[in-house]
Antibody, heavy 124, light 111 residues
Framework: QLQLQESGPRLVKPSETLSLTCTVS??????????WGWIRQPPGKGLEWIAN???????YFNPSLKSRVTISVDTSKNQFSLKLSSVTAADTAVYYC????????????????WGQGTLVTVSS | QSALTQSPSVSGAPGQRVTISCTGS?????????VHWYQQLPGTAPKLLIY???NRPSGVPDRFSASKSGTSASLAITGLQAEDEADYYC???????????FGGGTKLTVL
């Protein structure tokens, strides 16, 4: 059974960089046809896609966050990571990592496996 | 606001049928992209509920079904049970965003 687990600091100061890692177990991050994504959910609000990455390094970003986001993959550790720079209180959210499948038209969409999520609070 | 629009809440009595709608545009649902549905129980991560052609992951009962028409999609739940009380999200691809878009979520209350 594939499992994803987020890890990283739970408290980040304004203007600093949020860094999270997702460790994949029970399967290979290099599996063909799957991307690995980050999605966040501010307290009491809906889901927002941040970015995703293929094991080869192909990346896609939400345009509203692209200038502040870095996503990377480490196939040797079966991990992928997110960095979000210049954070503000608006970036306070539960951050989820997920496996995303490629559906018809060849677009990255479906999230079939999710991590449990980690609440990151931006506060001084 | 979310690129996909969902009603904030819906309710129904045990045993009843409810539907949750998801309205998009010509750059996502209307362009023919797949729509997926997730169930989020309080304090937990979203769980995939339905994916294209009414496929359901193992363990999801057939009381859950989905449909799509034009720029909208809907999730139907029949034989409502107390355990169905949760937030439900629709999800698709948007070719302007070049990425995933989610609905704002619908809170289902079982009366």
């Amino acid at each position: 059974q594939l499992q994803l687990q987020e890890s990283g600091p739970r408290l980040v100061k304004p203007s600093e960089t949020l860094s999270l890692t997702c460790t994949v177990s029970g399967g290979s991050i290099s599996s063909s046809g799957y991307y690995w994504g980050w999605i966040r959910q501010p307290p009491g609000k809906g889901l927002e896609w941040i970015a995703n990455i293929y094991y080869s390094g192909i990346t896609y970003f939400n345009p509203s966050l692209k200038s502040r986001v870095t996503i990377s993959v480490d196939t040797s550790k079966n991990q992928f990571s997110l960095k979000l720079s210049s954070v503000t209180a608006a970036d306070t959210a539960v951050y989820y990592c997920a496996r995303q499948g490629v559906t018809m038209f060849g677009v990255v969409s479906l999230c079939d496996y999710w991590g449990q999520g980690t609440l990151v609070t931006v506060s001084s | 606001q979310s690129a996909l629009t969902q009603s904030p809440s819906v309710s129904g009595a045990p045993g009843q049928r409810v539907t949750i709608s998801c309205t998009g545009s010509s750059s996502n649902i209307g362009a023919g992209y797949d729509v997926h549905w997730y169930q989020q129980l309080p304090g937990t991560a979203p769980k995939l509920l339905i994916y294209p052609n009414n496929n359901r992951p193992s363990g999801v009962p057939d009381r859950f079904s989905a449909s799509k028409s034009g720029t909208s999609a809907s999730l139907a739940i029949t034989g409502l049970q107390a355990e169905d009380e949760a937030d439900y999200y629709c999800h698709s691809y948007d070719n302007i965003l070049s990425g995933s878009v989610f609905g704002g979520g619908t809170k289902l209350t079982v009366l």
